[in-house]
């Protein structure tokens, strides 16, 4: 298939005009779509998270002649590439193996279905709660289920055994808490990836949200959750994004017409 076929499917699922109004409504920047185009048709597909050394190597061993991640392994403008550096020995190795890269950034970030609203699903899922309720969403995009940041009920659980559950449901191997372990959790608020800071805890206490769950936290937003009566519950960035990104290459993989394969950076859960 061509890569502007594959690119398609790709699009379809989290268009990168999500992208596009995010940054426009919420200032923020993002890199998203065809990162590099070899020019040869597309016979097989690697996902992974990120355009790790690792992924690179599993796309040459499996034949691989195209990687989608999520986190743009070019974000922002690079002067030069060089084997050397880590990066430059990346994008080396995807130009001399014939592999094209597409990124899918805000755009599965914020998409119905995508990264941030499969966090919700996993740890609505992993906790066993039950219902359909709608979930208040902080940065709300046009589309049905759109947006970034959510807010949501949950099985009524104390708080050591909510986040037990979370870690197992996501797969993740760490997870740290902040708060008493016998606190009862009923409503929860989660962010994939590095979004919790301030404007995060004031949508969570104003959802009446027991627990935060996201990843990256900073010293000063866990003081803020702690005296504001918040828990936290912090995951690494990649066990946080991980679960939706592998919802997605499965949806893609029932769609594409070659052969998908996942790879999965496991230090990093």
Do not use: W
Request: a negative charge.
């Amino acid at each position: 298939m061509k890569l502007n076929e594959i690119y398609a499917l790709l699009d379809a699922a989290a268009p990168r005009a999500l992208s596009e109004e995010y940054c426009a409504k919420y200032g923020a920047y993002d890199n998203s779509g065809v990162l590099i185009d070899t020019g040869a048709d597309i016979g097989k597909i690697l996902f992974s998270l990120d355009l790790s050394a690792a992924a690179v190597r599993e796309a040459e061993k499996a034949g691989a002649n195209l990687i989608v991640t999520h986190h743009p392994a070019i974000y922002s403008r690079i002067g030069n590439i060089r084997v050397g550096d880590p990066l430059g020995a990346k994008l080396a190795a995807c130009l001399r193996n014939g592999i094209s890269v597409v990124s899918m950034h805000l755009n599965l970030d914020a998409a119905a279905g995508g990264i941030d609203d499969c966090l919700m699903q996993g740890v609505r899922g992993a906790t066993g709660a039950a219902g359909t309720e709608k979930p208040a969403v902080m940065q709300p995009l046009g589309g049905e289920g759109c947006g970034y940041g959510r807010a949501y009920g949950v099985r009524e659980l104390p708080l050591s055994a909510f986040a037990e559950a979370v870690k197992t449901g996501l797969g993740a191997r760490r997870v740290e808490v902040y708060g008493r372990a016998e606190r009862k959790i009923c409503r929860a608020a989660s962010f994939c990836g590095a979004g919790a800071g301030e404007d995060s805890l004031e949508f969570a206490l104003r959802e009446g949200a027991d627990v935060v769950v996201s990843s990256d936290f900073k010293h000063h937003i866990l003081t803020l959750a702690s005296e504001t009566g918040l828990a936290v519950v912090q995951l690494t960035h990649y066990a946080s994004e991980n679960y939706g990104f592998e919802k997605y290459y499965r949806k893609i993989r029932g769609q594409a017409g070659v052969p998908c394969v996942f790879h999965t950076d496991e230090e990093l859960l």
